[in-house]
RNA sequence: AGGCGCGUAGCUCAGGGGGAGAGCGCUACCCUGACACGGUAGAGGUCCUGGGUUCAAAUCCCAGCGCGCCUACCA
């Protein structure tokens, strides 16, 4: 508990290097295993191992540690399991490029090398991202971080695995993938990105394979006709309903394929005929098996033609479009070629154009886990907020297909599957089994795919926690009190969460989800490192501090709105974060020995007003956090700290700080000076832990850390924290006269330096009274040297005049006078009372208003109107004597 | 093709059936013993357009325009 002052200005660096090792050290983001305290959890969504910080993550951690500091300020026992996944094509993809550079691949090196440089390089480079969360101030406990691949989590994965295949839920089949010959993986449907193209429509004949003429069928890709197998036609085509040939020859190939009918086919496309090629298309495929057809892979998986597509063996796969377009020309069957905007899908990790393929994958089969997943959401057992994002789940969740979950990787969990060389039997088990239960042999080869890195992350919520052990976290902290996330992996991820979290632990995996918005540049782009637009999280740090960006953050996280990023904005924050350290170093002079308790019966009115201010804004922040309007609570405290305990409260009491003010109890003003600034700070921490903390520890009267303190309560009368409605009303009053003499020596350009003469006369006892009680106050925040308070009596002869409330404001312009610039004034001042006057007794001269609006809402614009009345009269009355002075 | 969201001050955005708000920027004055990362005062808006509901619409409903995003097996 030091007491020198604080510099100057607020210097983050130093601060926040130290506090967060202290934190850390002094174990404080430690979450209690044997504690009674209400639990609060939160499992982090685990950012990738290559990854760098982003904006996305600064947003979605910066929102998770404020609730969890709030929550332990609350004195729930807080855990935020920290962790990262394993990324399998990513990561893959990083390692497959450092063995490029030195001029090795993987396929060299053999599968188990290959791992072990990987594990390699995750040891090294791994924890680049953790360190990254940490300069954000993440309060993760991290002595529990996890990763997708720890053998703990890996058997979770294999045990999932296990169970599901044997619920039938995991299967096996031929089918339709998503192919990305780059990475060399199947894809899950999720997992492809459809962009919009130009492409060509090509129409291409298939000449009858008897007599003349043909069919002229359209496609996009045109070298995927050397895999075709049938025309199809709708049978409701008039144009080809009456056509009596039964197969056309594929040019090119010269194959003999057969005219075959399908409801499938769109008659007002292209020219209602259809190529089908089932090994390349999901469409066609479907078609292929109604139909019987054969399906032959004409494009390999290295993206090249394969032995099936004949002379064209090798092509690499859009090179072949180029030479199959050629030919047709040269051939004469191709009849059209048309521009055709359409969707390409291409992988989400390498942007290669995805091929859809015919192989043999391992898939989930979604339906009967979405249905659990979506009666979560429906019973409100999980709520999705903002609440229209549950509308997104449920379309999603409604029409899920089934996903396909292996990978032809080599980094990720093996797939716990073995065939029988012997008997082909497939042998689904946790651990490696020693001999086929069908025959006996001891020759089981294991499936060399991996599971998709998804799969392991959909199990995020209780295999960090220990499952499939029984442990005392999962008993604690499962179900997760909120997931906080970004609505881009609402699928990928979430609803996989609820998938599993429901069928393998029989409760949902968290009460909340909390949606929040994706960071965006200031011209609302998404930010991409080839757009250029990226603003990197660390520098904004380094140049603005970590609490200017965290309130930042905050502030910009309205519910249901992007947020677009302006370095702009940080500055004004950072601005903010200043004036809270320059507020309290202030403060600090003059709370050198401490303070006793709040008496209330020895304060002023402008110590009840900040507490009462404080009381409510305490109720508003509370609130705010707990339906998670961060937005609402950053401006509250943000208008609060700056405009009212700033501008007005520090100011108010400084005659009695500096002991000018005789009649008033300087001890009880620092006591509530006290309280206000250790509210404020513990209000603040959770957005602002560094600075907060700081300042706590020069703060006589506190003890250790900040964060082991409580949050205040809306409602605290030992401390003489309570809404005080008498006292905000006179501190409206007082201020309403200040800023109405400050007006008029704005307006009339008269230099700060001048002490001005006021005199202020209302019919008003009571106003009287109070204006009478604070004459000091006016007199010093107006900076006037003679100030007077009576009932309506004659006019003070040259004065510029302000009206409040029931009080005519007169400020003696002798020797300044300067009548055009008065007139002016109040014409100004007439002009929009006038309009606001029209607007008032339109409404109250509605005779439907006055009889269907609610007695309130007509009393108060009766209110209003007289006001404005009295207000008009009283200015009028000036400029008239203005006027008569002047002629 | 469907679905969702957005359109409010010069810029970035809150708000949301009954007197148009903030931050930044701008103008004027001021280094007043916490702070020029500051203070005081001020200017600035047909709340996208057109209908409808209502005593009352920036706010609710419908349509349109513009923008963004998500989902989708029309080759």
């Known amino acids: 508990m030091s007491s020198e002052p604080l510099a100057k200005g607020y210097e983050p660096t130093e601060v926040e ?73 990513a990561t893959q993809n990083v390692v497959e490029k ?48 996890r990763f997708t691949m720890d053998e703990g989590l890996s058997k979770a994965v294999r045990k999932v695995f296990v169970t599901l295949y044997q619920e039938g839920l995991i299967y096996q089949g031929d089918y339709i993938i998503n192919w990305c010959p780059r990475c060399h993986t199947a894809l899950a449907d999720l997992e492809v990105e459809h962009e919009e193209q130009d492409g060509h429509l090509y129409h291409v004949l298939y000449p009858f394979a008897e007599g003349k003429g043909g069919l002229i069928v359209a496609t996009t890709r045109p070298e995927t006709m050397l895999g075709d197998t049938a025309v199809a036609v709708n049978p409701e085509d008039e144009r080809y309903r009456s056509i009596e040939h039964s197969h056309v020859i594929l040019p090119l190939m010269n194959r003999k394929i057969p005219i075959i009918r399908d409801d499938y086919v769109d008659v007002t496309f292209g020219t209602g005929a259809l190529k089908v090629t089932p090994a390349h298309d999901p469409n066609d495929f479907d078609i292929g098996r109604r139909h019987g057809l054969d399906s032959p892979k004409v494009i390999g998986d290295d ?19 180029k030479v199959v377009v050629a030919e047709l020309q040269k051939e004469g069957l191709l009849k059209k070629t048309e521009d055709l905007k359409h969707n390409v899908g291409h992988c989400y990790r390498c942007k290669t154009v995805v ?116 442990t005392k976290l999962l008993d604690r902290f499962y179900p997760t009190s909120v997931l906080v996330t970004g609505f881009d992996i609402l699928f990928f991820w979430v609803a996989r969460m609820m998938m599993m979290g429901i069928h393998f632990m029989k409760d949902v995996p968290f009460r909340d989800v909390y949606v929040h918005a994706l960071v965006r540049d200031e011209d609302g782009k998404k930010m991409s490192k080839s757009k250029g637009n990226v603003i990197d999280p660390l520098s904004v740090i380094e140049q603005y501090g970590t609490d200017a960006f965290r309130y930042t953050l ?7 709105r992007d947020v677009k990023m302006s370095e702009k904005r940080v500055e004004g924050y950072r601005h903010f974060v200043n004036k809270l350290w320059n507020a309290a170093r202030f403060s600090l002079m003059h709370l050198e020995q401490g303070a006793d308790g709040v008496d209330r019966s020895r304060i002023a009115t402008e110590d009840r007003w900040i507490l009462s201010r ?38 108010v009491i400084k005659p009695a700080l500096y002991g000018k003010s005789s009649d008033r109890d300087a001890g009880a003003t620092r006591a509530v000076l006290w309280t206000v600034l250790k509210n404020i700070l513990l209000t603040l921490h959770p957005f602002m832990p560094f600075v907060t903390e700081e300042i706590w520890h020069k703060l006589p009267g506190t003890e250790g850390s900040i964060m082991t303190a409580t949050f205040p309560e809306a409602l605290d009368t030992a401390s003489g924290v309570v809404p005080d409605e008498e006292a905000e009303a006179q501190m409206a009053l007082l201020t309403a006269v200040i800023t109405g003499i400050r007006n008029i020596r704005g307006e009339m350009n008269l230099p700060p330096s ?93 005779e439907d208003f006055l009889e269907k609006a609610p007695p309130a809402v007509v009393e108060k614009s009766r209110e209003r109107q007289e006001a404005l009345n009295e207000r008009q009269q009283k200015l009028t009355a000036n400029l008239e004597r203005l006027r008569e002075m002047q002629e």
Not at 45 to 68: E, R, S, Y
Not at 554 to 560: D, E, R, S, T, V
């Open 303 to 321: 993206g090249r033609m394969s032995e099936a597509a004949g002379r064209f063996a090798g092509l690499e796969r859009f090179e072949c479009r």
């Open 17 to 89: 290097d130290r506090w967060y090792s202290f934190w850390q050290e002094a174990g404080l983001f430690a979450a209690r295993e044997n504690s009674h305290a209400p639990a609060y959890s939160i499992v982090i969504p685990p950012p990738n191992v290559t990854g760098v910080l982003h904006m996305g993550h600064a947003l979605n951690i910066t929102l998770q540690d404020i609730l969890c500091r709030y929550r332990k300020l609350k004195g729930d026992n807080v855990l935020w399991m920290p962790g990262t996944d394993h990324a399998g094509i």
């Open 754 to 846: 001048l002490q001005l003469t006021a005199e202020v006369q209302s019919p008003d006892a009571p106003e009287r009274q109070t204006i009478e009680a604070h004459r000091a106050i006016i007199a010093d925040m107006a900076r006037l040297k003679n100030f007077t308070v009576g009932s309506p009596g004659e006019k003070p002869k040259a004065a510029a005049t302000a009206v409040v409330d029931s009080c005519a404001i007169y400020v003696s312009l002798e020797g300044v006078i300067d009548f055009d610039k008065e007139r002016q004034r109040l014409e100004k001042e007439l002009g929009k009372l006038a309009a606001e006057l029209k607007s008032v007794s339109k409404k109250l001269n509605n």
């Open 355 to 470: 091929e859809p393929n015919l192989s043999r994958q391992w898939f989930v089969s979604a339906k009967p886990l979405a249905d659990e997943a979506i009666a979560a959401v429906e019973e409100g057992r999980t709520r999705i907020i903002p609440e229209m994002w549950s509308k997104t789940y449920y379309d999603w969740m409604y029409n899920i297909r089934d996903w396909c979950i292996s990978r032809q990787i080599w980094w990720g969990h093996q797939i716990p599957a073995w065939t029988c060389s012997a008997c082909g039997e497939i042998v689904v088990e946790m651990d490696a089994p020693e001999r086929c239960p069908a025959c006996g042999s001891e020759d089981l080869v294991q499936e060399t795919d991996v599971l998709d890195t998804w799969f392991s992350s959909a199990l995020w919520p209780f295999s960090t926690m220990g499952w499939p052990e029984r």
């Open 554 to 560: 905050a502030a910009f996280a309205a519910q249901g």
């Open 98 to 145: 450092q063995l490029a550079a030195e001029g090795m691949d993987r396929h060299r090196l053999g599968r188990e090398k290959f791992i072990e440089k990987v594990w390699q390089w995750r040891r090294q480079y791994g924890s680049a991202i953790i360190n990254q969360l940490k300069r954000l101030g993440a309060m993760c406990d991290w002595d529990r971080e």
């Open 614 to 651: 404080l009381s409510r804004v305490t109720r508003e922040v509370t609130e705010a956090l707990e339906g998670y309007r961060f937005n609402d609570a950053a401006s509250e405290l943000y208008q609060f700290i700056w405009h009212e305990f700033c501008d007005w409260y520090l100011e």
